[in-house]
């Protein structure tokens, strides 16, 4: 492993001097063969910048971190914090997601490769941009994966995962399953070991509804098949691992996993910081109480370690 170090809380970092630069954000949007996928671009004022492509986690997130739901803006303010940094970037909401809607499709058609593909289409789209000097794929939980597959496959500059997982999605759901009592993970565990093989599962027990419905095992079978400590082996590029002591969701465990899959990755462990890139205690309600707060700042080392990494690569 290249290096492994500690970052110290955000409030030693706040007299460091910051030489902020101004920038301009506009929309940009990426056409595929299903719709169009909507983005924000923001482009500093320094001459021919490295670009970011930022790929939020699973579920309804939008371009800045957020859904329906709850509302924090981090994937937003980090764009920003980078900006300053002189560091472009382009966040865009998922097909299916936000102003992106209309490219969603049907819940049964959908799969795990049709958002590699846009990502791939979004780096793609960059690298063409003569604007930018690189392009930096950045990946956030289930965005990790995604991005890891895409940057390979569109032979990006670089990769940074933040609060990626380790293990395939599969292993990750049995690890959630033993927080339930036996009789579901009894159930659930047959399901998908089935899906693992690319089977259906027929006669679904209606309590497993959310997680096992018709509709959305096609998307499961070909989300399992992905093996994070397998894609990641395969980037030729320089790889930055970044993870919080403070998230809920990804533990430190699995960040260390994917660094030792891949000895030459930079592993940055930041204290503190949760799964919304939030300071926060570990403390479940303390901690979910930031996954709603859009006036929290994300960690001033979260940004500190990106921009370096990615300065480091010129």
Known sequence: ????????????????????????????????????????????????????????????????????????????????????????????????????????????????????????????????????????????????????????????????????????????IREQMKNQPPQVAEMVNPALDSLVQGKWVKNVNPMLGALLRPSVQPYLISWFKYDPQVEIRKLNMPVLLVQGTSDIQVSEEQARLLASAKPDAQLVIIDRMNHVLKESEKEMQANIATYSNPTLPVMPALATAVAGFIQKKK
């Open 1 to 172: 492993m290249k290096s492994i170090f500690r970052l110290l809380p955000a409030f030693l970092f706040v007299s460091l001097p910051l030489l902020a630069q101004t920038s301009t954000s506009t929309p940009l949007t990426l056409d595929t063969p299903t719709g169009k996928i909507a983005g924000t671009l923001i482009v500093p004022s320094a001459t021919k910048p490295p670009v970011v492509l930022i790929i939020a986690g699973s579920g309804p997130t939008d371009r800045n971190g957020n859904n329906p739901m709850m509302t924090n803006n981090s994937l937003k303010m980090l764009a920003e914090e980078l900006a300053k940094q002189g560091i472009a970037s382009v966040r865009y909401d998922k097909r299916g997601i936000a102003e992106s809607q209309p490219a969603g499709g049907k819940e049964e058609d959908l799969r795990f490769d049709t958002f590699i593909n846009d990502a791939v289409g979004w780096i793609n789209l960059l690298k063409a941009d003569k604007r930018f000097s690189g392009v930096i794929v950045l990946g956030h939980s289930e965005g990790s994966l995604i991005g890891m597959v895409a940057a390979n496959q569109a032979k990006a500059d670089g990769f940074i995962s933040v609060a990626g997982a380790g293990l395939p999605a599969d292993k990750l």
